[in-house]
């Protein structure tokens, strides 16, 4: 059990001119947002939509002909799935895919679009891959791990070198964990060509499979996450083997830090993230002394989320931030009410964008109305002066 730089330059040397080198770019606008000098490597733009191609191609190509000619089998709540799809149906190997219920549509759909066969089956990561060892078992297909595997390890470390060629006086990089494939990858290759460099890892809350099995505990992992790439209850055993002597620090971010990262990379670096993929940013926004004037590299890992995923995010993060606010406003049930209270929302450049009416709620006079005026404002100071004129003319706000 075991993956060397060697293995890794080799991956590298395979997969030439097959996956695209993604770019690597300073953030001006983050690193003065948070007070660390951030560079993003951008796999989002892989033609997958993730970092997975390097991992699943380099596997690939190590696959005799016969077990060409059998197929493979996967477990993957997206990424990796359609990184075997897309470079199986270039080879002419046949993939099924075994895939959680819940998996974004983008994921599955795009998975499809590959030619790969598709499966839901399980409520979670693990369920699925038990499906699929099954289907591995009763067709003789060649399971291939999105993780544990020494192939896939090998592959994900390229992420490492390309990152360190094109930035090579990076203090730190912040590699996202799930199964710990890329950390394991890039902390080999990363060590290897700079031995000072620091190797962060960033979990979801929900599920801190690394950080448990660090610790000798059972890891509490459940619950829906935004970073479902990363939604993994066990690290798989060759990664971990690998990433633990050298990742230095792991950190575990709220739903929030992600929900922000994602969208503080579409609104600043017009760029789209998954969950997943904003873990790096995640880790500096939760902790921004930690990181204040290093030079930090973020492995952006995948940009692969639902449209009406992202448009959520962006609107809860307009509500964070009151820039979308509601004021619920008790008052008189009688004409030119709502009128009158638009005239001050409207008179101070508050956007009016949405209004419900409540009449029969019991906490309500039955001679009055409860109003719900959704606003667009400029910033939290424009939304607490809307709210204060509201009470200076005598409107009893209950909420806003």
């Known amino acids: 059990m075991t993956v060397t730089f060697e293995d ?12 695209d080198r993604t770019p690597v770019r300073h953030s001006r606008r983050l690193s003065q947002l948070t007070g660390a000098d951030i560079w993003i490597k951008y796999d989002n733009l892989h033609f997958t939509g993730s970092f997975k191609e390097r991992g699943a191609l380099n596997r690939l190509l190590q696959l ?10 996967a477990a993957s709540a997206g990424n990796h799935a359609q990184a075997l799809a897309y470079h199986g149906g270039r080879l002419g190997v046949p993939v099924t895919i075994v895939m959680p219920e819940g998996t974004p549509f983008v994921k599955a759909d795009g998975t499809r679009a590959h030619g790969a066969t598709v499966v839901i089956h399980g409520l979670d990561f693990s369920a699925s891959t038990e499906e699929a060892k099954r289907l591995e078992r009763e067709h ?6 999105a993780f544990d595997d020494e192939g896939i390890v090998a592959g994900q470390g390229v992420c490492a070198i390309e990152f360190l060629e094109d930035a090579p006086d990076l203090d730190a990089l912040i590699i996202p964990i799930g199964g710990g494939g890329l950390i394991a990858g890039c902390s080999i290759a990363a060590k290897a060509m700079k031995p000072d460099i620091k190797i962060f890892g960033v979990e979801a809350a929900r599920y801190p499979s690394f950080t448990a099995r660090r610790g000798g505990e059972p890891a509490k992992c ?3 996450t935004i970073a479902e790439g990363i939604a993994i209850k066990a690290v798989g055993e060759i990664p971990f083997a690998l990433a633990d002597p050298l990742v230095d620090e792991v950190f575990v971010c709220e739903e929030a830090d992600f929900e922000k990262g994602v969208a503080l990379l579409a609104t600043l670096e017009k760029t789209v993230a998954e969950g997943a993929g904003a873990g790096g940013l995640a880790a500096i926004l939760a902790q921004p002394d930690r990181f204040k004037g290093m030079k930090i590299g973020i492995e952006l890992t995948g940009g692969n989320i639902d449209a009406r995923m992202l448009a959520v995010v962006l609107n809860r993060e307009m509500v964070r931030e009151k820039r979308l606010i509601v004021y619920r406003i008790l ?3 009688r ?18 964008i949405d209004v419900v009416h409540n009449r ?7 001679k009055g109305a409860e109003f719900d005026i959704m606003v667009e404002t400029r910033d939290a100071k424009h939304a607490d002066e809307i709210g204060q004129a509201l009470k200076d003319r005598g409107y009893e706000l209950r909420m806003g």
């Open 64 to 73: 005799t002909p016969e077990e060409r000619r059998r197929g493979v089998v």
């Open 140 to 145: 003789g297909y060649v399971f291939v791990s």
């Open 360 to 366: 029969l709620a019991l906490d309500v006079p039955a």
């Open 222 to 224: 459940t619950g829906q």
């Open 331 to 333: 008052g008189d049930d």
């Open 8 to 19: 890794i330059k080799a991956a590298q040397a395979r997969i030439a001119g097959q996956v």
């Open 335 to 352: 004409p030119g009410m709502l009128s009158a209270m638009a005239a001050v929302i409207g008179g101070l450049g508050g956007n009016i």
